[in-house]
């Protein structure tokens, strides 16, 4: 069983930054990870994807912006956020893919004030 804790979240001004990071309770070797996120009464969508070689795709609203990135030792995987904007508000969630099933953190909150 997999446990995902997203953390790092927070309230910041348009044009600032976070370090959203996503630990795991067991490895994530080998297994490609995911952010993704949500906005009150909007669908969830993907905002960036790494692979288990490192190799890493982005939501076009985001590209130039958002990193991601993983430290397999650390159990641990990254999304930097740069030059924030308020419509990147939203609850944002770890995804972790598996053969079997996906496995989803909690989710934390980020709010970008104008």
């Known amino acids: 069983q997999v446990q995902l804790v997203e953390s790092g979240g927070g309230l910041v001004q348009a044009g600032g930054s976070l370090r959203l990071s996503c630990a795991a309770s067991?490895?994530?070797?080998?297994?490609?990870m995911s952010w993704y996120r949500q906005a009150p009464g909007k669908q969830r969508e993907l905002v960036a994807r790494?692979?288990?070689?490192?190799?890493?795709n982005y939501a076009d609203s985001v590209k130039g912006r958002f990193t991601i990135s993983r430290d397999n030792a650390k159990n641990t995987v990254y999304l930097q956020m740069n030059s924030l904007k308020p419509e990147d508000t939203a609850v944002y969630y770890c995804n972790l893919w598996t053969f079997s099933r996906d496995y989803w953190g909690q989710g934390t909150q980020v709010t970008v004030s104008s």
């Open positions: 790494i692979t288990s070689g490192g190799s890493t």
């Open positions: 067991g490895s994530i070797f080998g297994n490609p």
